[in-house]
């Protein structure tokens, strides 16, 4: 079904059932402008297509549930979705709601039930200026590999702010495109290979940090485990609160062994040995207090840097901006080595690989 006003003056479409649409790259709905008005009182389902509700402006009520391959909810530019029921993306790789300068309000449940799925993602409408930012608020449980990304960036459900907006939610922000969630929503899928398949959910927890001393440096590590995908790409997501109790940690060792030591904070990223690829992201927030904290180093340790018996070191003298590591298994191939270059544009100051005969900068 589509819908705009192109010819001028209010738009208002009301279904009393169920749309039900079943084709090659086939859409439940598409709102093309501002002053177009839906409301379905059943839901909406999609089969071998490709979203469930689309809306560029314009205003979508939907009172039962949302199904559809990639993406249920799709929505931009100002345009305004409530939906009473559940959404679900069933595809490989797929987002259940993606909203880009829109506000979307799901009272229900986000499910991204395939593997490498996303439950929400966010970003501004840079069309306009000044940019339109996102508004997302979901009653329910996000369920997907990953359940929220802002823009380029993973958010785990304790990166949320220390005050809310909005009473009994949790809210995120990156100063522009805002998502209010329930406290403890997220739940993490865990997907077969096969992609496609609904998984299992659980809690996103986090790992348990251990400290070590040796000679005048004192080491809290911490452990984040990730899956690969079919290609071989692995993702760490380390969440402001794994950091932030390793440098707690850190702190408290080397102040307990006496003058002169120094703290350090290591995050060891596991992985499958099928990984040939590792990537690493840390909340700048966390990095700063890692700086402000008089931390010497934030070593991250990759599976795949392992296996060439290397380490990436961050130091961390006025380091301000969000850290964002990669580190390929065929570093001599030309294509790899403008990843990473693509990847360190983001990093002021020293980024330093002591496994090249610490030799400094990539």
Same mark, same amino acid.
């Given at each position: 079904?589509?819908?705009?006003?192109?010819?001028?003056?209010?738009?208002?479409?009301?279904?009393? %059932?169920? #749309? =039900? *649409? $079943? &084709?090659?790259? +086939?859409?439940?709905?598409?709102?093309?402008? @501002?002053? !177009?008005?839906?409301?379905?009182? %059943?839901? #909406? =389902? *999609? $089969? &071998?297509?490709? +979203?469930?509700?689309?809306?560029?402006?314009? @205003?979508? !009520?939907?009172?039962?549930?949302?199904?559809?391959?990639?993406?249920?909810?799709?929505?931009?530019?100002?345009?305004?979705?409530?939906?009473?029921?559940?959404?679900?993306?069933?595809?490989?790789?797929?987002?259940?709601?993606?909203?880009?300068?829109?506000?979307?309000?799901?009272?229900?449940?986000?499910?991204?039930?395939?593997?490498?799925?996303?439950?929400?993602?966010?970003?501004?409408?840079?069309?306009?200026?000044?940019?339109?930012?996102?508004?997302?608020?979901?009653?329910?449980?996000?369920?997907?590999?990953?359940?929220?990304?802002?823009?380029?960036?993973?958010?785990?459900?304790?990166?949320?702010?220390?005050?809310?907006?909005?009473?009994?939610?949790?809210?995120?922000?990156?100063?522009?495109?805002?998502?209010?969630?329930?406290?403890?929503?997220?739940?993490?899928?865990?997907?077969?290979?096969?992609?496609?398949?609904?998984?299992?959910?659980?809690?996103?927890?986090?790992?348990?940090?251990?400290?070590?001393?040796?000679?005048?440096?004192?080491?809290?590590?911490?452990?984040?485990?990730?899956?690969?995908?079919?290609?071989?790409?692995?993702?760490?997501?380390?969440?402001?609160?794994?950091?932030?109790?390793?440098?707690?940690?850190?702190?408290?060792?080397?102040?307990?062994?006496?003058?002169?030591?120094?703290?350090?904070?290591?995050?060891?990223?596991?992985?499958?040995?099928?990984?040939?690829?590792a990537e690493t992201s840390i909340p700048k927030e966390a990095v700063s207090q890692a700086a402000e904290a008089g931390i010497g180093a934030?070593?991250?340790?990759?599976?795949?840097?392992?296996?060439?018996?290397?380490?990436?070191?961050?130091?961390?003298?006025?380091?301000?901006?969000?850290?964002?590591?990669?580190?390929?298994?065929?570093?001599?191939?030309?294509?790899?080595?403008?990843?990473?270059?693509?990847?360190?544009?983001?990093?002021?100051?020293?980024?330093?690989?002591?496994?090249?005969?610490?030799?400094?900068?990539?």
């Open positions: 079904m589509y819908i705009d006003s192109e010819s001028g003056g209010l738009q208002s479409v009301l279904i009393g %059932g169920d #749309v =039900t *649409v $079943t &084709g090659d790259k +086939s859409r439940g709905v598409y709102l093309g402008a @501002e002053e !177009a008005v839906l409301s379905v009182e %059943g839901s #909406v =389902t *999609v $089969t &071998g297509g490709v +979203s469930g509700v689309s809306a560029g402006k314009g @205003e979508v !009520a939907i009172k039962g549930d949302i199904t559809a391959p990639d993406y249920a909810v799709n929505a931009w530019h100002g345009a305004s979705v409530t939906v009473q029921g559940n959404v679900v993306a069933t595809e490989k790789e797929a987002t259940a709601v993606s909203s880009s300068g829109a506000d979307v309000h799901i009272q229900g449940n986000v499910t991204s039930s395939g593997q490498d799925g996303m439950g929400i993602y966010v970003s501004a409408w840079k069309l306009v200026d000044p940019a339109e930012g996102a508004k997302v608020t979901v009653d329910g449980k996000i369920s997907a590999a990953t359940p929220l990304r802002m823009e380029s960036l993973p958010v785990e459900e304790s990166e949320h702010t220390e005050t809310t907006t909005k009473e009994d939610y949790y809210t995120f922000t990156d100063g522009t495109n805002t998502v209010w969630a329930k406290p403890g929503s997220f739940q993490r899928v865990v997907t077969g290979s096969s992609g496609g398949g609904r998984g299992t959910s659980a809690p996103v927890e986090t790992p348990k940090t251990e400290t070590n001393v040796a000679g005048n440096t004192a080491t809290a590590a911490t452990t984040v485990t990730v899956a690969v995908d079919s290609s071989g790409n692995a993702t760490a997501i380390v969440n402001y609160t794994q950091v932030s109790d390793a440098i707690s940690k850190a702190r408290e060792e080397a102040e307990k062994q006496g003058e002169g030591m120094v703290a350090r904070v290591e995050i060891k990223v596991e992985a499958p040995a099928a990984a040939t690829t934030l070593t991250i340790s990759t599976p795949v840097a392992r296996r060439d018996n290397r380490e990436t070191v961050v130091r961390l003298h006025g380091y301000r901006e969000h850290c964002f590591l990669s580190k390929r298994s065929h570093d001599a191939s030309g294509g790899n080595r403008n990843h990473q270059r693509k990847r360190r544009q983001a990093l002021p100051n020293e980024y330093n690989d002591p496994g090249r005969n610490g030799t400094g900068p990539l």
